[in-house]
């Protein structure tokens, strides 16, 4: 007997359920105003219209209609609220109050993708001139945050391959942790280079490669940032342990946890959605195979917080047992301060976001993920390398050797004149 396989199924994406449920609406009255041209001519007065919103039915001139704010949940706070529109010798009056001022329109959260939240919203057209400023702002925040990470990250990498004195494995993993940064912002810009480069493309239909690997490559970007975070701890938490031995032979599993981890999630939830939901661009959050991705990221973040807490515990005893010396204290200092900042800023909200529903605090989610989120990397290359010590007493010491170097070169330029 076969193994009952579970049914194929078709998630939608939230703002696509709410375009569909306007294109229905809109389906609906243009059938009555067809059915209303072929029928023969009545009395005059306004013809049923569809406004983009709702269907305004015929009346005679100098009667009004009212109709109540679109029913959709987390889109319009108000439901109940009417808008009316009077028939007029010049035909239908706009309608008063507004929508976005009568029904309230939600801020659209139905999705944990920040920039494609930003980016869809602010092509809907039924936002109000205020809102579609916030969302284009939003948009412009992070691929400010993006490009300046992305800057600051190509720095550090580069600054941490051309001194030899700073080539070891702490700083070859800051290497890879910086890469993990480098790729998310990258997949961000292609995302959004990929699934609205057109705006008059229906983003609700399209299901091609392109767009399906656009997802997949973000969803590997950010799942590589959380589990590089992971090791980050893991090899602090090594060194203490260890007390500073040799750490070499780690490298490979680090490796394979930072990189193969997420490509292992990634082919996985690939081959899930291609077998029971290859629909869409599978960007559609709501769906149960999101598990494959979500599961994973809350589990890092976990085995991240219970690391944090142990590296604090064996950091106070280190601190305070009389056997080390004080120089191994500064470096066991040195070597934590700035992972057990990261640690918790870029797990805590993720969790904390996680544990509610997705229509719940939506402008602080906003906020925190466009923040936390764009400018992370940045946050990161400032902390393991601009105001990392080590690194500037090497950079000052071979911008002091360029420069001895350079006088030299003058002054023996000058003595060969002199002397010819």
């Given at each position: 007997a076969c193994p009952l396989l579970p049914p194929k199924a078709r998630a939608t994406h939230p703002d696509c359920s709410v375009v569909r449920y306007f294109h229905q609406r809109e389906a609906g009255c243009l059938e009555i105003i067809r059915s209303e041209r072929q029928s023969p001519p009545g009395q005059q007065g306004c013809q049923t219209e569809w406004d983009g919103v709702s269907c305004w039915p015929a009346v005679p001139v100098g009667q009004s209609r009212a109709v109540t704010c679109p029913d959709i949940l987390h889109v319009f706070k108000k439901s109940e609220a009417l808008i009316h529109r009077n028939c007029t010798q010049g035909g239908w009056s706009m309608p008063s109050p507004p929508y976005h001022s009568a029904c309230e329109l939600e801020?659209?959260?139905?999705?944990?993708?920040?920039?494609?939240?930003?980016?869809?919203?602010?092509?809907?057209?039924?936002?109000?001139?205020?809102?579609?400023?916030?969302?284009?702002?939003?948009?412009?925040?992070?691929?400010?945050?993006?490009?300046?990470?992305?800057?600051?990250?190509?720095?550090?990498?580069?600054?941490?391959?051309?001194?030899?004195?700073?080539?070891?494995?702490?700083?070859?993993i800051h290497i890879h942790f910086f890469t993990s940064f480098i790729l998310r912002g990258a997949a961000v810009f292609i995302k959004d280079a990929v699934l609205f480069w057109d705006e008059s493309i229906d983003h609700c239909t399209m299901s091609t490669v392109n767009c399906k690997a656009a997802i997949a490559f973000f969803q590997y970007s950010v799942l590589a940032n959380?589990?590089?975070?992971?090791?980050?701890?893991?090899?602090?938490?090594?060194?203490?342990?260890?007390?500073?031995?040799?750490?070499?032979?780690?490298?490979?599993?680090?490796?394979?946890?930072?990189?193969?981890?997420?490509?292992?999630?990634?082919?996985?939830?690939?081959?899930?959605?291609?077998?029971y939901d290859n629909h869409g661009c599978w960007d559609d959050y709501t769906s149960l195979y999101w598990w494959v991705i979500k599961a994973p990221i809350l589990l890092a973040i976990f085995v991240n917080f219970l690391i944090f807490l142990n590296v604090t515990r064996m950091l106070a005893q280190k601190i305070r047992s009389p056997d080390i010396s004080k120089n191994y204290k500064q470096q066991y200092m040195r070597l934590t301060k700035s992972t057990l900042l990261l640690i918790p800023?870029?797990?805590?909200?993720?969790?904390?976001?996680?544990?509610?529903?997705?229509?719940?605090?939506?402008?602080?989610?906003?906020?925190?993920?466009?923040?936390?989120?764009?400018?992370?990397?940045?946050?990161?290359?400032?902390?393991?390398?601009?105001?990392?010590?080590?690194?500037?007493?090497?950079?000052?010491?071979?911008?002091?050797?360029?420069?001895?170097?350079?006088?030299?070169?003058?002054?023996?330029?000058?003595?060969?004149?002199?002397?010819?």
């Open positions: 801020t659209f959260s139905n999705t944990n993708d920040t920039e494609a939240k930003a980016t869809r919203a602010a092509s809907l057209c039924w936002c109000s001139p205020f809102q579609k400023g916030y969302f284009v702002t939003m948009k412009v925040l992070y691929t400010c945050g993006y490009s300046t990470s992305l800057a600051a990250l190509v720095l550090a990498i580069s600054i941490f391959s051309c001194f030899r004195k700073l080539h070891c494995t702490r700083n070859s959380f589990y590089w975070l992971l090791v980050e701890g893991m090899y602090l938490q090594t060194l203490l342990l260890l007390t500073f031995t040799s750490d070499k032979r780690y490298i490979w599993w680090y490796i394979l946890i930072g990189w193969g981890v997420p490509m292992l999630t990634v082919c996985v939830w690939v081959v899930t959605r291609l077998q800023l870029f797990g805590v909200h993720y969790v904390v976001f996680a544990l509610f529903p997705e229509h719940i605090g939506v402008d602080a989610r906003l906020y925190f993920e466009l923040v936390l989120g764009s400018y992370q990397g940045f946050m990161v290359a400032l902390l393991y390398c601009f105001l990392n010590g080590e690194v500037q007493a090497e950079i000052k010491r071979n911008w002091g050797k360029w420069q001895s170097s350079m006088e030299s070169n003058v002054f023996n330029l000058a003595t060969q004149d002199f002397t010819a």
